[in-house]
């Protein structure tokens, strides 16, 4: 429809050679049509440019932004909404696949409730092979969600954390993501703090249907939380990065509450990798949301 609003869909690569063109394709199939399609590659190491210049040949008006060095998904993404004309932003990765009808029900959602700043969905978990693995959120044999608390996902129930998030599956008001000035680019991740960010003064909206395809690499960021190595040191330190800012955005007891239990989790999983140092610095942390919590009581 010509009166249908403009999505941004920025999909970025790193070594996706083997995904890229698949991915790439579940944009272009949409049955939704307004779409503005950017591609960034982040200095693949692999043969992912020689793929996507390929696959431009039949699209040569999409814009190509390729990364001298791979500068991360933080920067990238900001760059390219800079360029881009979208009233709605997805953040697409190069190895997962959009569902055909998925920007259409994220529209409608957006439509229906103009003060959504996210709207999100389920995610089907595959594998390199795109075997089905399981669903981000259990399902029943309908593929509805078995734990209806998603429906109520807010600003304390991804801060305390748990089963609450799905980011590959989200669609931002670009308003509200201009708002916000964009992805923080200290960071090693974007979900979580914009998220946070942006559920403090605007509403998420849950459409119960898988959106997306979310494929399991094992090479991939996600593995990279369970593993001892210096990107995921990197990766859990922001973490704590955004803990503290969560403890300067709280205001009631109960968000300080869910801070701690987040907190907690945060000290477990980094005790079990004996990263002493950001073990003292959650410590710290605990202490002094405990204190705001007695001092609010």
Known sequence: MLNDPLVTVICTCYNHAPYVEKSLNSVINQD????ELIIVDNASQDNSVAVIENWLQKYPSILFIKN???IGN???????IALSKGSYLI???ADDVLTKE???HQIDTFL?????????????IIDENDSLLHYHFPVDTNLKIIDASIFNTNYESILKGGNCMCSV?????????EELKGYDENLAYEDLDYWLRMARKHNLIYIDLPLVEKRYLKHSQLSHFYKKSAYEKRINYSTFIILKKAFLMNTKTSEYNALLKRIHHELIHNLKLKNIS????????????????????
């Not at 229906?112 to 389920?122: D, E, S």
């Not at 599956?169 to 993501?177: D, H, L, N, P, Q």
């Open 112 to 124: 229906k409730n103009p003060n959504a700043g996210l709207v999100f969905g389920n995610a089907t």
């Open 169 to 177: 599956s989200g669609m931002y008001k670009r308003t509200v993501f």
């Open 102 to 104: 998925g920007i259409t």
């Open 91 to 93: 953040d697409l990765a």
């Open 68 to 70: 001298a060095i791979n």
């Open 32 to 35: 939704y049509k307004n779409i």
């Open 278 to 297: 950001l073990v003292l610095q959650l410590f710290i942390l605990k202490l002094k949301t405990e204190y705001k919590i007695r001092v609010m009581n």
């Open 74 to 80: 933080n920067k990238s993404f900001n760059q390219a």
